[in-house]
């Protein structure tokens, strides 16, 4: 059964920076389109960057360009979300997620068929 974890949520001041972590089990990340995605109390999940698996272009959320960066690691079977400048609006649940190369990559997480159990993220002073 394909599965995602998530790692290297926790608190952090705003203005700081944190790393996470998706990996793959018996998901080859290289072959899926790979998406980062948030829920926020109250809130319905978004989108909030994706990679494509054809030519890793990469896509993000307003919010959130310019200070957060996608990559893949196809070695390590990883993706990483790399969060700088953090903002208390950034606080929430994200959750990496995966679909096949046959779909449209997209920042929809209706459109993403496996899904990891998510990592919290606190941004507060």
């Known amino acids: 059964q394909p599965q995602l974890v998530e790692s290297g949520g926790g608190l952090v001041q705003p203005g700081g920076s944190l790393r996470l972590s998706c990996a793959g089990h018996a998901l080859t990340v290289d072959y899926y389109h790979i998406g980062w995605f948030r829920q926020a109390p109250g809130k319905e999940r978004e989108g909030v960057s994706c990679?494509?698996?054809?030519?890793?272009?990469?896509y993000y959320a307003d919010p959130v360009k310019g200070r957060f960066t996608i990559s893949r690691d196809s070695v390590w079977n990883m993706v990483y979300l790399q969060m700088n400048s953090l903002e208390p609006e950034d606080t929430a649940v994200y959750y990496c997620?995966?679909?096949?190369?046959?779909?449209?990559?997209?920042?929809?997480?209706?459109?993403?068929?496996?899904w990891g159990q998510g990592t919290q993220v606190t941004v507060s002073s």
């Open positions: 990679i494509s698996s054809s030519d890793d272009s990469t």
């Open positions: 997620a995966a679909v096949g190369p046959f779909q449209k990559v997209s920042l929809n997480p209706d459109e993403y068929d496996y």
